[in-house]
């Protein structure tokens, strides 16, 4: 059985053609390899710019890829034809982060919902169609009255709704969901990540669960990927991350989040060191605990415990979850 | 508290409309509070709680559709409303100064910083342009900014955002103001930068012992900064109580599901509690409490007419349920 998604070695650089010189170039992804496990919810944690939204872009095969390989159900996103394509939207949908943007402002909820299977030619008996998109919008929480209303007509938590229901129109297997509720209201936010908990739980959705919110990935997410500059820094089962995170930067990142509740370890320090930046670990830059070995070798991603990749030479903190354990 | 110091900043009964196609939208319904001096109040609310409404009128920042329509703003007992241009000049940025969300559209992107840093200066104080610039390098130093004189000389391009609100922070301090407002200052930012910048607005706050008008959508940012926290509801304010007691111990309906419904950061739970609903959209106009719609305990009284702010040991409360405390 194929992972539903298979991503291995991925490199993504976006460049801009000049016509004197050096084309412009930017690394965005380097060498990210991953595996979304079946019925399981993955999330990808890193701040702005570290590369999530351009991952989940390749993956839905809205960029290509540099190199590396993209396999999602098994099939491989870089080289499919149109009419392949297709085929693989039944199996793979995706819900952004802004749901103002992302409706038509001059589609019905109907039109909206009707749209996927009108193009994928599903459910055309009137009736059957009508009881299909009733029960769609029971399901993410939103009344039959609704269909035929406008989004201006809607609350953003509300419109979110419509976006997931649009994306569970084909029934697919794999969920792509980038920040989806990083622009709602606070009391509202805990109204979707209940709904998406619910709906993976009920259709066996795999799910990539792209957030810059550490409390929000361990309420929903089964495994954890900390990406850094293009790279996955740290990659483990979600508990076991936040109870022995070993990388200094998931470590900094996690001090950093401020928590009604406390923060959740004691604020980490960030060096400041940019005469670091041309060492060959990307982080020494910032790490308090970087030494000379991380001048020359950049440390390939590697299973230091069971099923808990770190991409660090140095794990400051390992002999601490050993006496732990 | 210090409640007996002298408040430097007063909000009394502030009431402000919006005009629009619709008519005229309540937008802030009667937000009262004193803020004593030295210390940081964060004003907590959701979008289209009045919030940042509230923040530009302090220093009549208002967008023209926008009008107070009663209630005054008091500095050091002055109302600020009747003010001259002139005399507010000098209020704003040399007594109360603001900090807004989004740093890099809060610059002037063809100015050097260092010329948008001596121009505060400049236009306050009587000093040489020489002074001013060693002055703007001071203190950029004191925000952390490495190199200051030389990063004078650089464009806002050149920054970073959390670079960015560094220089706007510096820019807000510039003249050692007594009142400095926030309003979502660490919003656009990274959390790891995010850490930094509050670390360094508490650090600079106590030193100068600088009064702070905190706003913030984020409640776990406002339990990191503010001594007094005030939560904003539909124009309302739904309760106000020391920063401690409020996050251990809410007593509004409101705040209390707020508190729930975040996730936690410490433990893995399978359900979150939810507020049931959304937030009300602005001049959506209703007699009763404007939280009734969503509130598990509410009853008859509740969507009949709205609860006063009820007071005990130092804490408003504007819910039924607190009137026999009271």
Redesign the interface.
Same mark, same amino acid.
């Given at each position: 059985m194929n992972a539903p998604v298979q991503i291995t070695h991925l490199y993504k650089t976006y460049t801009r053609r000049r016509w004197l010189g050096k084309n412009w170039e930017k690394p965005v992804l380097k060498d990210v390899s991953l595996t979304l496990e079946e019925n399981h919810v993955l999330g990808l944690v890193g701040e702005s710019g570290c590369g999530k939204s351009t991952l989940c872009k390749v993956l839905l095969g809205i960029e290509k890829p540099t190199s590396g390989q993209v396999l999602a159900d098994g099939k491989d996103v870089a080289v499919l034809s149109k009419s392949e394509f297709k085929k693989l939207r039944r199996v793979m949908q995706v819900v952004y982060q802004d749901p103002y943007s992302s409706l038509d402002p001059r589609m019905t909820v109907r039109q909206t919902l009707s749209e996927p299977l009108d193009i994928h030619g599903l459910k055309k008996e009137p009736r059957e169609r009508d009881a299909f998109l009733k029960d769609l919008l029971a399901a993410v929480g939103l009344s039959a009255t609704q269909l035929e209303r406008y989004p201006h007509e809607f609350s953003g938590g509300q419109r979110q709704r419509i976006c997931i229901a649009r994306a569970l129109a084909l029934d697919p297997k794999i969920l792509v969901a980038d920040e989806p509720v990083s622009a709602l209201d606070v009391s509202v936010q805990a109204q979707i990540l209940n709904l998406l908990k619910k709906i993976q739980t009920q259709r066996h959705l795999s799910m990539i669960f792209v957030t810059h919110d550490f409390a929000v990935a361990r309420f929903l997410c089964d495994d954890i990927a900390v990406m850094y500059q293009g790279r996955i820094v740290e990659r483990a089962p979600a508990e076991e991350l936040f109870l022995h995170p070993q990388h200094p930067y998931t470590r900094a990142l996690l001090a950093a989040v401020p928590s009604v509740q406390g923060p959740c370890l004691p604020p980490e320090e960030l060096a400041e060191a940019p005469g670091r930046t041309d060492w060959a670990c990307p982080f020494a830059a910032r790490c308090a605990y970087a030494q000379a070995s991380c001048k020359s070798n950049r440390f390939e991603l590697k299973e230091i415990f069971p099923r808990h990749a770190c991409a660090c030479g140095v794990l400051p903190f390992a002999t601490e979850k050993k006496k732990s354990a | 508290m210090t409640c007996s110091s002298e408040p430097i900043l007063e909000v009394r009964n502030l009431h402000i409309d919006f005009t629009a196609e619709e008519g005229r939208l309540p937008v802030l319904c009667g937000l009262s509070y004193a803020l004593p001096k030295g210390r940081v109040l964060a004003v907590v609310g959701?979008?289209g709680s009045g919030k940042t409404v509230h923040a530009l009128s302090v220093l009549r920042l208002l967008p023209p559709n926008a009008h107070v329509s009663g209630g005054e703003i008091c500095y050091k007992g002055q109302n600020l409303a009747l003010l001259s241009e002139g005399e507010l000049r000098r209020i704003r940025g040399g007594k109360i100064s603001m900090i807004f969300q989004d740093p890099a559209a809060s610059l002037n992107p063809v100015l050097t910083i260092g010329q948008q840093l001596t121009e505060t200066l400049l236009a306050h104080r009587k000093m040489s342009k020489e002074e001013a610039r060693r002055q703007a390098a001071r203190l950029l130093e004191k925000v952390g900014i490495?190199g200051a004189a030389k990063r004078l000389e650089e464009y806002p391009f050149q920054f970073s955002g959390g670079m960015c609100q560094r220089v706007m922070i510096a820019m807000a301090l510039a003249l050692s103001p007594d009142v400095l407002i926030a309003d979502e200052p660490t919003t656009a930012l990274?959390?790891?930068v995010?850490?930094?910048i @509050? %670390?360094l607005i508490k650090q600079l706050q106590t030193e100068s012992g600088m009064s702070a008008v905190f706003i913030t &959508?984020? @409640?776990? =940012?406002a339990?990191?900064v503010a001594d007094e926290v005030l939560v904003l509801y539909a124009g309302r304010c739904m309760e106000q109580a020391p920063a401690e007691q409020l996050?251990k111990n809410p007593l509004h309906p409101y705040t209390q599901? #707020? #508190?729930n419904? @975040?996730? $936690? @950061?410490?433990?893995? =739970?399978e359900? #979150? $509690? =939810?507020?049931?609903g &959304? $937030?009300p959209?602005p001049g959506q106009a209703q007699a009763g409490c404007p939280f009734a719609p %969503?509130c598990p305990f509410a009853s008859e009284k509740c969507r009949q007419s709205c609860p006063p702010l009820f007071e005990e040991n130092g804490r408003k409360t504007r819910c039924w349920l607190r009137e026999v405390h009271a």
């Open positions: - | 959701e979008s490495a990274d959390v790891t995010q850490a930094q @509050l %670390r &959508h984020n @409640l776990a =940012v339990a990191a996050f599901g #707020l #508190l419904s @975040l996730a $936690p @950061l410490h433990q893995k =739970v359900k #979150l $509690p =939810v507020i049931a &959304h $937030p959209v %969503r």
